[in-house]
């Protein structure tokens, strides 16, 4: 039985070998399709990227018609390379470099010579391509925006790189891919599936016929169109009062997370990444260190809170129970927190502050007195643990999981945080005061901010911020539509909302009303610093402003965050006011703001960072002297206003 069983198995695994040969080799032709056959020549059918849509149905983003040279260096024969590059406008040496990359990609495959062609460009090249052999074109669809905003929500088309082909077999050289924003957070979604057509060739390398009989052709797949739950009409307007300003707005319909409008400033129009001069554009963005107009503020940018943290206060200590609405401290233009320690505040005259008059005067004092009592509950290190994971159920300090593909998390500090701080030796409250007012080592994105006002808005909740609104034939992911509920009883929000209301009934958003409207907000101010030549130097505030409206049912909450614009009423106020407005009516009544806002420049402040001439800064700064000329005159007037109250 041995001497059988040995002689069988061979048998048996030959005969099961030479089998499977004459299935590959004989009857499965698709081995031969994924080789580099001579003998078969592969085109690719590419289908048109899905169009993008507003929250209301607006086209924002189509496609246009584009041409890709390709080349296949093994079939270059005799070109006539200077008749060649005088059709497509490029140097020799530009032809010699692009012929080299191509046959390092692959000598028998093609790879793209000369990139999106525009029809006329085209037109001249078509009539002559007979007569340059290895080379073809191939057509493809280009985005064509229909808007000149919103650039850092649509992101933009850019080619594969190799990195990218040995990772993903679906793209080949030359494919394009979408990067940044929703073209790359729904490039699977966006990009259709390409269609594939074999030919054969005959010995003299010409087409002879479809192979197999077009036996595994396959036909190209059109994108998904997608809707967007941003409101194109607020998005522009928010983009046209940043104009000459840095920073971020960021609006969200509450009861969804839909983000209404996501603006960073400055932008750039999305037209310019499309074309033969995409990556000389580009570049240009890209190496632009001062402005940082690919830096998404909204979703990047880290700030210091400010006042509107102080709603993060409250709520705390009234869950803690270490105040109620009729606690009230004393302030006197601030007060002595420790021996010689002194914490200023400008919420006006010596008097007792309660919650509600902490909340619209935005008192120092109130809040870090809230503070040390919330602390001083627990023993270190474990108050500082509970105070933060109260703050963190409002999605602070954490990835938020949103649908966008940059982002940071911010920074809420626990007790590892002040352990590597202040390592072998003992802190409290009174070491850590600044986490009360939202600065110390509380950091926040503008989209953090916007999503904190939701929270207060539906009284406890949120849903994850998210962009996209609907996508044809596929349900939105559910993590959208998930109720996260923070750890603050929905009891003590009503007094909070009530402080904030009174910010626009007797505080300092007094001056920035909308009649008929009611607004709930808070202003900040936050201490900025930045490096000049090496030195660590204090910079003009950053200008804050969180609000939520209507009070009752509300239908957006809002941030605004202005780099180095000074108080939160003077810019960043007026911002969120008018962007409330633009929503919920469609027009503007209080063009006053409006006007101020489009006619105030911070130029000449950020001239002071440097990477301009001497000259340049010069001028900026005679502007800025005008533009604070034009502050300090409306905020005498705002003045004025609140006073007459």
């Not at 299935?23 to 048109?48: C, R």
């Not at 495959?109 to 037109?123: G, H, I, T, W």
């Not at 033969?276 to 503020?297: C, E, F, G, M, V």
Request: charged content about 25%; hydrophobic content about 35%; some cysteine.
């Amino acid at each position: 039985m041995r001497k059988v069983l040995l002689p069988a198995l061979i048998i048996i695994g030959a005969s099961l070998l030479l089998i499977r040969v004459f299935y590959l080799q004989i009857i499965d032709d698709s081995f031969k399709l994924k080789s580099e056959n001579n003998a078969i020549k592969i085109k690719y059918d590419y289908p048109e990227r899905g169009y993008i849509y507003d929250r209301n149905g607006v086209l924002l983003v189509a496609n246009q018609p584009s041409y890709d040279i390709m080349v296949i260096p093994r079939e270059l024969n005799n070109t006539d390379t200077l008749e060649f590059c005088k059709l497509l406008n490029i140097t020799k040496e530009d032809f010699i470099k692009r012929i080299e990359k191509a046959k390092v990609y692959s000598p028998r495959l093609p790879s793209v010579f000369l990139a999106q062609l525009n029809k006329n460009e085209f037109a001249a090249f078509q009539e002559k391509i007979r007569k340059f052999e290895g080379f073809y074109f191939q057509k493809r669809a280009l985005r064509d925006y229909e808007v000149d905003f919103g650039a850092n929500i649509f992101g933009f088309i850019t080619q594969v790189n190799d990195k990218l082909i040995e990772k993903n077999h679906y793209y080949k050289s030359g494919d394009l891919i979408g990067k940044q924003g929703v073209e790359e957070s729904y490039e699977k979604i966006l990009r259709g599936v390409k269609g594939v057509k074999y030919f054969q060739k005959d010995k003299f390398n010409r087409e002879i016929g479809s192979y197999k009989e077009g036996k595994f052709d396959t036909i190209a797949v059109q994108g998904e169109d997608i809707n967007l739950t941003i409101d194109a009409e607020i998005q522009k307007y928010g983009e046209q009062l940043m104009i000459n300003k840095r920073g971020g707005i960021v609006a969200i319909e509450p009861k969804t997370g839909e983000i209404l409008a996501l603006v960073t400033a400055p932008s750039y129009d999305p037209g310019i990444l499309v074309g033969r001069q995409r990556s000389k554009n580009y570049t240009k963005l890209y190496h632009d260190s001062i402005a940082k107009p690919l830096y998404d503020r909204g979703l990047l940018a880290e700030y210091p809170p400010g006042s509107p943290f102080k709603i993060m206060t409250g709520l705390v200590g009234l869950q803690e129970g270490v105040i109620d609405e009729q606690t009230t401290f004393v302030c006197n233009h601030g007060f002595y927190y420790a021996p010689g320690r002194f914490q200023g505040c400008h919420c006006g005259i010596f008097g007792p502050r309660s919650l509600n008059v902490g909340i619209y005067k935005s008192c120092n004092a109130y809040f870090s007195n809230v503070y040390l009592r919330t602390i001083g509950k627990y023993k270190a290190p474990y108050a500082v643990d509970v105070w933060s994971n109260h703050v963190k159920s409002f999605g602070l300090g954490q990835f938020m999981g949103y649908d966008l593909p940059t982002g940071r998390k911010g920074k809420i500090p626990t007790s590892k945080t002040y352990e590597k701080m202040y390592p072998g030796w003992g802190y409290s409250g009174k070491t850590i005061i600044s986490n009360a007012i939202g600065q110390g080592e509380v950091l926040m994105t503008p989209i953090q901010l916007a999503n904190m006002m939701s929270a207060v808005a539906n009284e406890g909740y949120y849903y994850t911020p998210h962009i996209i609104k609907k996508i044809k034939g596929e349900k939105i992911d559910t993590k959208f539509t998930t109720k996260h509920v923070t750890t603050i009883d929905k009891k003590y929000f009503p007094p909070m909302i009530q402080g904030l209301f009174d910010v626009y009934n007797h505080g300092t958003a007094y001056a920035l009303r909308v009649e008929g409207i009611d607004i709930c907000g808070k202003t900040g101010t936050a201490e900025n610093f930045a490096k000049i030549d090496g030195v660590r130097t204090k910079m003009q505030d950053h200008s804050i402003f969180v609000a939520f409206a209507p009070k009752d049912n509300p239908k957006i909450a809002i941030a605004v965050l202005v780099e180095n614009g000074g108080f939160g009423a003077t810019i960043a106020g007026p911002i969120a006011s008018l962007m409330i407005e633009k929503y919920l009516r469609k027009k503007i009544t209080r063009t006053d703001l409006e006007t101020r806002v489009l006619n105030i420049s911070l130029q000449g402040r950020y001239a002071k960072l440097g990477g301009l001439s001497e000259e340049v800064k010069k001028q900026l700064r005679i502007q800025d002297s005008i533009t604070n000329s034009k502050i300090k005159a409306a905020q005498k007037l705002d003045s004025l206003k609140t006073k007459k109250q």
